[in-house]
T-cell receptor
């Protein structure tokens, strides 16, 4: 069965620290997509990235970077030089039969 | 603004009542998905419609129903409400029927409080 595990329930860092959010997934599909979403305190779900299973290149977007490793079924997310505005809940998700299977989320608190 | 519009943003109602949540997908998107986010269950897929037809069903209670209209907007009907139905309900839309190759855009959600 499809499953996404975000083992870190909550992480607290001080501004400007780097932080990595872990995501481990399980799937029997050979073709699949992985996602990261951000949910700020206002509640909306903000799309961050989509990665397909055939593309294992790491991706960088500004202070955000993602490390996809099929060998360990992981899709980790790193924020470099964190800022208070990064405080949010971050969800990793996996597609399965037209739906997204979400992890439980990691609460990130960035303190000034 | 994601382009997916959900109304109302907040809803407070009593147990046993019925409510309707509305979603207008992003222009050009044919699929609408409903998700429930609760403290104990996390984000759970409820149901998907594609161009008016039900396409996929998740953990949706029998007390809940949905439909997609010819103009592609969708409504989620929740009846005989219980305290445990209090949650944030999200609608998402995508261009195609399947998520592969297509993005998934979420609305800002409807926060339902059952008292």
């Amino acid at each position: 069965a499809q499953k996404v595990t975000q083992a870190q329930t909550e992480i607290s860092v001080v501004e400007k620290e780097d932080v990595t959010l872990d995501c481990v997934y399980e799937t029997r599909d050979t073709t699949y997509y992985l996602f990261w979403y951000k949910q700020p305190p206002s509640g909306e779900l903000v799309f961050l990235i989509r990665r397909n299973s055939f593309d294992e290149q790491n991706e960088i977007s500004g202070r955000y970077s993602w490390n996809f490793q099929k060998s360990t079924s992981s899709f980790n997310f790193t924020i470099t030089a964190s800022q208070v505005v990064d405080s949010a809940v971050y969800f990793c998700a996996l597609n399965w039969r037209n739906k997204l299977v979400f992890g439980a989320g990691t609460i990130l608190r960035v303190k000034s | 603004d994601s382009g997916v519009t959900q109304t109302p943003k907040h809803l407070i109602t009593a147990t046993g009542q019925r409510v309707t949540l509305r979603c207008s997908p992003r222009s050009g998107d044919l699929s609408v998905y409903w998700y429930q986010q609760s403290l104990d269950q996390g984000l759970q897929f409820l149901i998907q419609y594609y161009n008016g037809e039900e396409r996929a069903k998740g953990n949706i209670l029998e007390r809940f129903s949905a439909q997609q209209f010819p103009d592609l907007h969708s409504e989620l009907n929740l009846s005989s409400l219980e305290l445990g139905d209090s949650a944030l309900y999200f609608c998402a839309s995508s261009v195609g029927a399947g998520i592969a190759n297509y993005g998934y855009t979420f609305g800002s959600g409807t926060r339902l409080t059952v008292v």
